[in-house]
């Protein structure tokens, strides 16, 4: 459970994605962020027992596939996880007396959450509510959009840089080229059919395309343009171009060294020690352009940068 500065830093990160799509304020259009410690901070044990529990079924409950899954697989379940659900109705609840809010959004998976708070507002106040999901996102190959080889695809600048998501665009299969530019885009729709129509190397430039109006979205025109210069320096004149994420050591660590494995993972290239020793392994990892095998190798930066690799695709600066 998360401590009330997580929770607050992770606030202002959500805000900062959020400004870049919606206009906050007070019209009547405006977007409006609450925090559900408002309410749920307020909460007594037996209040919330007698008024809200008895509109829930245990039986019902365990039937949701977020729970019967775990239970099928003798996954363990905490008595804080199997109430999620029911705390979600009550945010949908107080919502809906708070700001009138009539529609609640979510993933496929959310599903079950929902149409508990939907019931729960019609229990208790009589009122017609709704929800909405959309399908959980995939590659052409069934892998999770939300995920990659190195971890998820976030929206904050500090967690993913702009030149990395604007990668993730461009690495995009050809088979999933024209969906995403219908989802992640506000391309016309006859501007994506025409580009659609692109085949062999001319595919390349749609992707690019593609990851140029993702990013913009994401993170604006400036960093799009940056991380597509930043990309054509790397691969053409492979250079270690400005815009690659960059690690900056101290003067102890560039005399003395780093292990690489903790270097792949301080850089972002890679999610764990394990997932790097594993890379290394497979011949995956580079510096400078050249292949690294040894598994337990000390790094030192005693000069001009290193550039440091991941597969093809994926660089980053050590200073």
Known sequence: MLTDDQIASNIEGIRKVFDRLLVFGDGPTDAVMVNNANWLDNIRWI???RDVGKHFSVNRMLSFDSVKSRLE???NLSFLEFN??????FDFLELSRRTGCRLQMGGADQWGNIINGIELVRRTEGQEVFGMTAPLLTTSSGVKMGKTAAGAVWLNEDRLSPYDYWQF???????DVVRFLKLFTDLPMDEIERLGRAEGAELNAVKERLAHEATCLAHGGDSAREAAATARQTFEHGEAAQGLPTLQLDDEERSAGVA???LLVRTGLSSSKSEARRAIAGRGVRIDGEVVEDLDLVVSVQTSPLRLSLGRKRHAVVK
């Not at 665009?169 to 088979?175: F, G, H, L, P």
């Open 47 to 49: 209040d919330m027992l």
């Open 73 to 75: 697989k003798q996954e």
């Open 84 to 89: 999620y659900m029911i705390l979600q109705a």
């Open 169 to 175: 665009w461009r690495n995009t299969e050809d088979a």
């Open 260 to 262: 690489l494995v903790d």
